[in-house]
């Protein structure tokens, strides 16, 4: 099937006059401007000035989670623990007396009164039904009576209040997911899929593993086949780079979790949270432990990655990137393109060592929209000074760190022209970064981060993968407003996999 697509705008670096595009199976074909366009074609679509562009790339989703919060109990718009209790008890009223109510996204740092629910009234609110609520930041949940079981009580996190965190949050989160079967856990998935879609997301990168998705969920979100946007799964289990190739990962990576979350306070830092003295949050993860992994890694020629938040838990991770290059060499590791999720306190002197080891920064502008600057949560936690220095996109894109955009899904909605705004108007204006560079990140840089270097560019030749949308204004005009443009279509492959 040849089709032609004209009368519109297209972003690319052959024309910068292009208004049409000829598509043939799944590769470009042709770029021009409409005069010049070949007479044959199977199908003509007239574009009426719509800008088109490459589609987006969300270099890191939990396609699970986000559909049962899209289709489910989301209280990400709580302000109150009497809003998080009113919302638990409606949406419970409508479920059998057997159900486990799973919900999501409180926030209680941006509340007046940050008291939070205690278990007894989760119990009253949902009429005795089990309840379990994971923190916007998914690394502590609420909970009710029910989910306190004695392995959660003997673990580290506990608390009898019902809001936990590390161990014991690993243990009821295990157990309220144990509820969802196969059937449901797709279905959401693919709700989740249609919803990137329907944003101009083409591809997303599925992250799982012990704590955060069992195998069979994560292989199910890999196996869904044509008509939704591809995923690149993502495995976080230490040491299991051969298991990552078997479950069909590109990456033994993810979250492969070096430390927790700054919401919980569980990012492992360098010095003690502002707001809990005595703490510096936990690591997960010794140095040998990820020599060993990424040597793993390499061996089995699969990338590899970890999640590390806090700047004691990246200078842990890249400890481990010396020792792994002490191991197999510099260069090898370097040609596994191996990346760090969320990489939020970073200094000079780690920066370099991105550079040193070619390794991903797979990140999430939206952090610092929801919970940066001198006021936001990051300030809670951290104090102004260190929450201004978190997240240094601008500092990474200086010295040519490689960088994939995500949203961390359902942690902040999926919203790629949002992050790449967020990514452009950082609360430090030294780490803002241009138009260029943000979509770059969220297109090409998503590509690039699974060792895919041909896509996200539309050139002659390369993959009909992009998307069309209900705007006549340029990129930079887009990026540069506050008007999010809806998707007309979005193309994978050839393949349309939304119509709006």
């Not at 502590?140 to 009898?160: I, Q």
């Not at 157990?175 to 990137?196: D, E, F, K, P």
């Not at 490689?402 to 022209?417: E, H, Q, Y």
């Not at 943000?438 to 992009?466: C, I, K, Q, Y």
């Amino acid at each position: 099937m040849r089709t032609l697509y004209r009368g519109g705008r297209v972003h690319t670096p052959a024309d910068p006059s292009a208004t049409a595009l000829l598509t043939d199976g799944d590769r470009i074909a042709w770029l021009g401007v409409d005069a010049d366009a070949p007479g044959r074609a199977d199908r003509v679509v007239e574009l009426d000035g719509a800008l088109v562009t490459p589609a987006f790339v969300d270099a890191h989703v939990h396609t699970t989670a986000t559909g049962l919060t899209l289709q489910g109990l989301d209280v990400s718009g709580a302000r109150s623990g009497r809003d998080v209790l009113d919302a638990v008890g409606a949406y419970a009223a409508g479920l059998p007396a057997d159900a486990v109510v799973i919900g999501h996204g409180w926030d209680e740092s941006g509340w007046a009164d940050p008291v939070t629910p205690s278990a007894a009234e989760l119990d009253r609110a949902a009429g005795g039904r089990a309840v379990y609520l994971s923190r916007a930041c998914i690394h502590a949940a609420l909970v009710s009576s029910a989910l306190l079981s004695a392995e959660a009580k003997a673990a580290a996190g506990y608390d009898e209040g019902g809001w936990l965190r590390l161990d014991a949050h690993h243990v009821v989160r295990a157990a309220a997911y144990a509820s969802i079967t196969l059937g449901q856990a797709r279905a959401a998935q693919v709700a989740a899929l249609r919803r990137a879609a329907s944003l101009g997301i083409a591809s997303v990168h599925e992250c799982g593993g012990p704590g955060t998705s069992g195998e069979a969920d994560f292989t199910a979100a890999l196996g869904h086949g044509p008509g939704l946007p591809r995923v690149f799964g993502l495995w976080g289990e230490t040491g299991a780079a051969a298991k990552a190739r078997e479950l069909g990962a590109v990456g033994a990576g993810g979250d492969l979790y070096a430390d927790g979350a700054l919401g919980a306070r569980t990012a492992f830092l360098g010095h003690d949270y502002a707001d809990e003295a005595g703490s510096c949050g936990h690591g997960y993860l010794s140095a040998e432990q990820i020599g060993e992994h990424l040597a793993g890694c390499v061996e089995h020629g699969v990338q590899g990655g970890f999640h590390a938040i806090g700047d004691a838990a990246i200078g842990t991770v890249l400890a481990g990137f010396g020792l792994a290059a002490a191991r197999v060499g510099v260069e090898r590791l370097r040609a596994g393109r191996h990346r760090i999720e969320h990489a939020e306190l970073l200094d000079k002197a780690a920066i370099a060592k991105f550079v040193e080891y070619g390794i991903v920064a797979s990140i999430q502008p939206a952090f610092d929209r929801l919970w940066g600057g001198e006021a936001g949560m990051y300030a809670q936690r951290l104090g102004p000074a260190r929450a201004l220095a978190a997240n240094p996109i601008g500092s990474l894109v200086g010295v040519g760190v490689l960088l994939a955009f995500g949203s961390d899904s359902p942690v902040t909605p999926l919203d790629p022209w949002g992050s790449c705004r967020a990514a452009m108007r950082h609360h430090n204006p030294v780490q803002r970064i241009g138009a260029k560079a943000a979509f770059a990140a969220h297109t090409r840089g998503g590509w690039r981060a699974v060792g895919v270097d041909d896509e996200g560019v539309l050139n002659p030749g390369g993959t009909a993968t992009f998307v069309v949308w209900d705007t006549t204004l340029p990129l930079g005009a887009v990026l540069g407003g506050d008007g999010t443009p809806a998707a007309r279509l979005t193309v994978l492959a050839g393949t349309d996999i939304w119509t709006g």
